[in-house]
Structure formats: C-alpha cells, structure tokens
C-alpha cells in the first residue's frame, strides 16, 4: 500500500488546481475521481454553457446585421451543429485536465469512488490508502426542489441539458439564477419559447437590484417570458403531447394567490446547487458538514486532523475561480506552518448573459445597510460611452459605491464584455485604490474602461462643492 504525502478526492478545479500544486512542490500526490478529470466547469457548467452562448449570440448578431447596414437572408439554425460546436469546445479544452497530463506532473491518477473508514484513513472502491493529509474537493450535484409531480417526469438539468440532440419548441426553466437566465437566453435565440419561473420577488437577488432589473427588461424585450414571484406546486406530463406542465402560484401581494399552468417540450431545473458528499461517510472521518457544504475553519481545514476541504463542496462562493483560490490556500495551509485564513471580501463574478452583470463587492443596498449615510454611488450609462456608441452596445451602466471619502465598496457593470471590465474595479479594491486615484488614471480611447473611470471621476467632480469650490473660483479669477 503505497503511502502518499497527500490524497485529493474529486477532480474539478479545487481538486486539480490542489494536486498540480502539491506534486509540483514535491509532495506525491493521488488523485481520486469516480468520473472524468475536469469536473462541473468542463462538462456540465462553463466551458459548454459559454460555448452555446457564443453561438446564440452568433445568431442574434446575424439576425441583427441590418443595423448597421449589413444585409442578411433567413437565419438558420443547425441546433445538432451547435451542439457539435459545444462539444469541440469541451475538447479543446479537456487536455489541460486530462489523466495523461496530470500523471506527467508525477500525480497518481485513480478512477473511483473513495470513502472515509476512519480518521485520515479512506479506501477507493475497497481498497485501503494510506495518507499523511486528505483534501476534499468533490463539488455540487444539481438541487432539485420537492415540487409534487417532479419525480415522475423527465426532467433536465445542466447534467443533461447539454446532451439534447433537438432544439426543444418551448423550453421551462425553474430558477431565475444564473443558471437559468443564461441558459433560458440562449435558448430562445437559438428559437425556443422559454418561460422562467423564479419564486423570489426579484431575479438574481445577490446582484444590484438596479442593475438586475435592467437585465430582466433587457430579457423580456428579446423574448424571454420572465415569471417572478412564482411558485411551481406541481408538475405533470402532458399525455397528449409528451411534454410537460407545471401548475404555479403567483405572488398576489397580499391577495389571494392566483394560480396558473405553462407547458413546455422540455423542462429544466436550475433551482441551486447541493454539495456532494453523500458516498463519502465522513462521519467515518470525524468530518463534519451541514446543509451548506463541508465544515471548515478560516483556514479550511474541517473538523478532522490532517483533512481540508476547497471548492463547491465548501462554498460559499460556488464559482471556478473561487474554487481555483482556495485550492492554493489549502496547499499552503497543509504543507506550510503558517496559516492563510481565506478572505472573500474582494470576490468578483459575472452573469453571462447578453449584456454581462459582473459584480465585485457590496450591492448598493448592502453598503447603505452597512454603512448608512455615508455611501455615495457614481454611474456612467454605457449611452455615454462613445465606443459603445460606435459598437452599437449602448444597453447598461457602471455602477460604482464609494463610501464619504472615495473607498470603493463595491462596483457592478451591466453591459457588453462586463465580465472583462469588473477586473480592474476588482484590483482597485483589493490594492485599496481610491475612486480619485482610478478616476484620475489615463485610459486609452476609444475603449469601454473608459466608462469606469468617468464614474469614478464623478467622485472627484462632486469634492468641489462649498468652501473648496470658491476658494478655486477665488484663485481662477484673481
């Protein structure tokens, strides 16, 4: 029995990010996966869902040409060619996670399911390993609601959406989370008639409301049949048809809730995520976990010596990058004798719908909670943004909220390529720039930055009030 410096079970980003890590500085390393190396992001969530984005936007732009004076025919699409699309893109990227690369990188690769029989001891698929430090990284499964009915017909989720071989006529989706929205976009600029059911009052209700909202106008106007405040009591088959439909209740503010039915071809569920951990018997390790994902410490170290946990499977931000994170944390933490403590404060993400919603820090609503009077809030409409102008993507803003003294608390872009912007209000933040300082930084022209700096220099503009104010008008006119 081969005695190994570290045993990683799950291969997605944590679990990969963590062994490549901890082989390259000299540890041996197994690494345990009961499926493919590559995990949700490769398979079931990134990499296919921006792959078909790209070609609905392909579509739409087509189909859109004649605005600036380019004359198209009939746009058709070839959904079995899409899905071709999305495959090679899964393809290219699929070496880069591969068995072959990792186990040239000196990691032991082992396909199959791995349990905890003891304190720091597991065994994969009986058979016993021997490790120094255990890391957890086995993700999230698709959480699916107990709506009556559900069980009992066919129903998608992203595990399975991305092997449909035929374009669905009317696709249902519920969830207006990311998830959701960005599929539900896609799928009606490829031509499905999809309807959102989403039980909260507002969709996205982690984002700026102000900015979520514009989304919402914008996915209305492109087709999207958006149901907020609803809630699905039942789901059935459709004898006739084959198809599915789904009884639900909309908010009545106060009144009696109004009940109503929509059938669809197809249903996906896009409701949340739960970890996945089930199989692995972790009271067996002394490893506790709640509802929200694994129990760890600052550090990510669960409940049980010599075991970490990183990724999905933790949280609390599920997202590639976040899991990338703390994946290096954890390998500093396990071989290093002094301990990182994770820091969440400056975390960006990006709804990849058309336009973007990227976020990084405090909503609007969250610093005025936080921090009461003092919050500022600076925006510049991407309609006044002359390469917007010239693109002819003019839908959306940067949001920017400062506190009195120009400290940004948190920046949101809704528009074109937002997800490219949100970095350098990510940057300022984490390095403590201020909105002057970014304000005041030369940003090539014509380019969308642009729009950030003109919000954070509205920070600026406003400081010339009162007393400052006449002492320049004193200076300029003596």
Same mark, same amino acid.
């Given at each position: 029995m081969a005695t190994y410096d570290l045993v990683v079970i799950g291969g997605g980003t944590a679990g990969l990010v963590t062994a490549a890590g901890s082989a390259g500085i000299g540890a041996r390393v197994a690494l345990v996966e009961r499926d493919r190396l590559g995990g949700e992001c490769l398979w079931n969530g990134c990499v296919p869902s921006k792959a078909m984005i790209a070609a609905a936007r392909a579509a739409t732009d087509t189909r859109t040409a004649g605005r600036y004076g380019v004359r198209t025919g009939d746009v058709r699409v070839d959904f079995a060619a899409v899905m071709q699309w999305v495959r090679d893109a899964q393809s290219g990227v699929a070496p880069h996670d591969s068995p072959e690369r990792f186990r040239a990188l000196g990691?032991? $690769?082992?396909?199959?399911?791995? &349990?905890?029989?003891?304190?720091? =001891?597991? +065994?994969?698929?009986?058979?016993?390993? @021997? *490790?120094?430090?255990?890391?957890?990284?086995?993700?999230?499964?698709?959480?699916?609601?107990?709506?009556?009915?559900?069980?009992?017909?066919?129903?998608?989720?992203?595990?399975?959406?991305?092997?449909?071989?035929?374009?669905?006529?009317?696709?249902?989706?519920?969830?207006?989370?990311?998830?959701?929205?960005?599929?539900?976009?896609?799928?009606?600029?490829?031509?499905?008639?999809?309807?959102?059911?989403?039980?909260?009052?507002?969709?996205?209700?982690?984002?700026?409301?102000?900015?979520?909202?514009?989304?919402?106008?914008?996915?209305?106007?492109?087709?999207?049949?958006?149901?907020?405040?609803?809630?699905?009591?039942?789901?059935?088959?459709?004898?006739?048809?084959?198809? $599915?439909?789904?009884?639900?209740? &909309?908010?009545?503010?106060?009144? =009696?809730? +109004?009940?109503?039915?929509?059938?669809? @071809? *197809?249903?996906?569920?896009?409701?949340?995520r739960v970890p996945r951990v089930d199989a692995l018997d972790l009271p067996r390790g002394g490893v506790e976990a709640g509802k929200g994902g694994i129990?760890?410490?600052?550090?990510?170290?669960?409940?049980?010596?010599?075991?970490?946990?990183?990724?999905?499977?933790?949280?609390?931000?599920?997202?590639?990058?976040?899991?990338?994170?703390?994946?290096?944390?954890?390998?500093?933490?396990?071989?290093?004798?002094?301990?990182?403590?994770?820091d969440y404060t400056v975390v960006p993400w990006v709804t990849f719908t058309e336009p973007e919603l990227a976020h990084v820090g405090l909503t609007e609503e969250e610093a005025r909670a936080q921090h009461?009077?003092?919050?500022?809030?600076?925006?510049?409409?991407?309609?006044?943004?002359?390469?917007?102008?010239?693109?002819?993507?003019?839908?959306?803003?940067?949001?920017?909220?400062?506190?009195?003294?120009?400290?940004?608390?948190?920046?949101?872009?809704?528009?074109?390529?937002a997800g490219n912007l949100i970095g350098e209000i990510t940057l300022a933040m984490k390095h403590g720039i201020s909105a002057h300082a970014l304000g005041g930084t030369i940003h090539a022209y014509p380019t969308y930055p642009e729009a950030i700096r003109q919000a954070a220099e509205q920070y600026t503009k406003s400081r010339f009030t009162g007393v400052i104010q006449r002492v320049i008008n004193w200076y300029v006119r003596r």
């Amino acid at each position: 029995m081969a005695t190994y410096d570290l045993v990683v079970i799950g291969g997605g980003t944590a679990g990969l990010v963590t062994a490549a890590g901890s082989a390259g500085i000299g540890a041996r390393v197994a690494l345990v996966e009961r499926d493919r190396l590559g995990g949700e992001c490769l398979w079931n969530g990134c990499v296919p869902s921006k792959a078909m984005i790209a070609a609905a936007r392909a579509a739409t732009d087509t189909r859109t040409a004649g605005r600036y004076g380019v004359r198209t025919g009939d746009v058709r699409v070839d959904f079995a060619a899409v899905m071709q699309w999305v495959r090679d893109a899964q393809s290219g990227v699929a070496p880069h996670d591969s068995p072959e690369r990792f186990r040239a990188l000196g990691v032991d $690769v082992i396909q199959g399911d791995a &349990r905890f029989t003891g304190e720091r =001891a597991i +065994a994969v698929d009986g058979r016993a390993m @021997d *490790a120094k430090r255990i890391v957890i990284a086995t993700g999230t499964s698709p959480a699916v609601p107990p709506i009556p009915g559900l069980a009992d017909v066919p129903y998608l989720t992203n595990e399975s959406i991305f092997s449909l071989t035929a374009l669905p006529a009317r696709l249902l989706v519920l969830g207006g989370g990311p998830i959701g929205l960005e599929l539900a976009q896609a799928f009606t600029r490829l031509g499905s008639e999809v309807h959102v059911l989403e039980a909260a009052p507002q969709l996205l209700p982690r984002e700026d409301h102000e900015l979520a909202t514009a989304l919402a106008e914008r996915l209305t106007t492109e087709g999207v049949r958006l149901h907020v405040g609803t809630k699905a009591t039942r789901v059935e088959r459709v004898s006739n048809t084959g198809g $599915v439909r789904v009884t639900a209740t &909309r908010d009545g503010s106060g009144h =009696a809730a +109004a009940p109503f039915t929509v059938e669809g @071809d *197809a249903l996906l569920v896009a409701t949340g995520r739960v970890p996945r951990v089930d199989a692995l018997d972790l009271p067996r390790g002394g490893v506790e976990a709640g509802k929200g994902g694994i129990t760890v410490d600052d550090g990510l170290r669960t409940t049980a010596h010599g075991v970490w946990a990183a990724g999905d499977c933790v949280g609390p931000l599920r997202f590639t990058h976040v899991a990338d994170y703390q994946a290096r944390l954890v390998i500093r933490n396990a071989f290093f004798p002094f301990t990182s403590a994770a820091d969440y404060t400056v975390v960006p993400w990006v709804t990849f719908t058309e336009p973007e919603l990227a976020h990084v820090g405090l909503t609007e609503e969250e610093a005025r909670a936080q921090h009461g009077d003092g919050v500022r809030v600076w925006r510049r409409p991407l309609s006044d943004v002359d390469r917007a102008i010239t693109d002819g993507e003019t839908a959306g803003m940067v949001k920017l909220v400062t506190n009195a003294r120009g400290k940004i608390l948190g920046g949101h872009v809704l528009g074109h390529g937002a997800g490219n912007l949100i970095g350098e209000i990510t940057l300022a933040m984490k390095h403590g720039i201020s909105a002057h300082a970014l304000g005041g930084t030369i940003h090539a022209y014509p380019t969308y930055p642009e729009a950030i700096r003109q919000a954070a220099e509205q920070y600026t503009k406003s400081r010339f009030t009162g007393v400052i104010q006449r002492v320049i008008n004193w200076y300029v006119r003596r």
